[in-house]
């Protein structure tokens, strides 16, 4: 293996992913422009989305295919939006019509109720059929004002105490070191490496 399919048309993410895996011997790409369909999401987790796209990503490339699939859980709404987070405010929802829904869901709540955490479950599929599974996760606070004018999605929105900032104003390197994805990529690359290691 020595190339490795995004299976996203998301810019962000795929920048996000490239840089995790700068240092390693895989040349890390996006999806080609035309030709390949994208994969409906009909899974009920982030793992079977993930699943799901990583396979036909790779049926339709041809090549290994990571996929990700992740989202934003918050406990005052039960979970959600959970794996409907990119489509929250409906089908090519954009991020801020997701981010005012959920200010929206969440007027009534008070700040220490506002606990939320954003999961990420990474899958890679190769065409011999094998899978390849890691996740990650990072717990925060939904804000009720957006802040910082980086990171996409959510990431205005969603402030880590630990850190006092928003994923929105910690840089790349910083976001990636904690992030639900970033985690997940760590996890990640460890096994990639481990088992190109034993190939």
């Known amino acids: 293996m020595n190339k490795i399919v995004v299976g996203t048309r998301n810019a962000g993410k795929i920048r996000e992913i490239q840089r995790a895996l700068a240092d390693c011997p895989f040349?890390?790409?996006?999806?080609?422009?035309?030709?390949?369909?994208?994969?409906?999401?009909?899974?009920?987790?982030?793992?079977?989305?993930?699943?799901?796209?990583?396979?036909q990503y790779c049926q339709s490339t041809g090549e290994y295919c990571l996929a990700d699939d992740s989202g934003l859980e918050v406990d005052a709404l039960g979970g959600e939006p959970g794996v409907y987070s990119a489509r929250y405010a409906g089908e090519g929802a954009s991020d801020t019509d997701n981010n005012q829904k959920l200010l929206k869901a969440l007027q009534q709540v008070p700040p220490a109720k506002r606990t939320a955490r954003f999961r990420s479950v990474l899958a890679l599929a190769g065409p011999d059929g094998s899978l390849l599974l890691t996740e990650g996760a990072?717990?925060?606070?939904?804000?009720?004002?957006?802040?910082?004018?980086?990171?996409?999605?959510?990431?205005?929105?969603?402030?880590?105490?630990?850190?006092?900032?928003?994923?929105?104003?910690?840089?790349?390197?910083?976001?990636?070191?904690?992030?639900?994805?970033?985690?997940?990529?760590?996890?990640?690359?460890?096994?990639?490496?481990?088992?190109?290691?034993?190939?």
């Open 138 to 199: 990072c717990e925060g606070i939904i804000l009720a004002d957006a802040r910082g004018t980086g990171g996409f999605g959510y990431d205005p929105l969603f402030f880590m105490p630990d850190h006092e900032k928003t994923l929105a104003e910690m840089t790349v390197e910083e976001k990636n070191q904690i992030s639900h994805r970033g985690n997940a990529l760590k996890a990640f690359k460890r096994r990639l490496l481990q088992e190109n290691r034993q190939d």
């Open 27 to 55: 040349e890390i790409v996006g999806l080609p422009d035309d030709g390949i369909p994208d994969v409906e999401e009909t899974g009920v987790t982030f793992q079977e989305n993930a699943i799901l796209k990583a396979r």
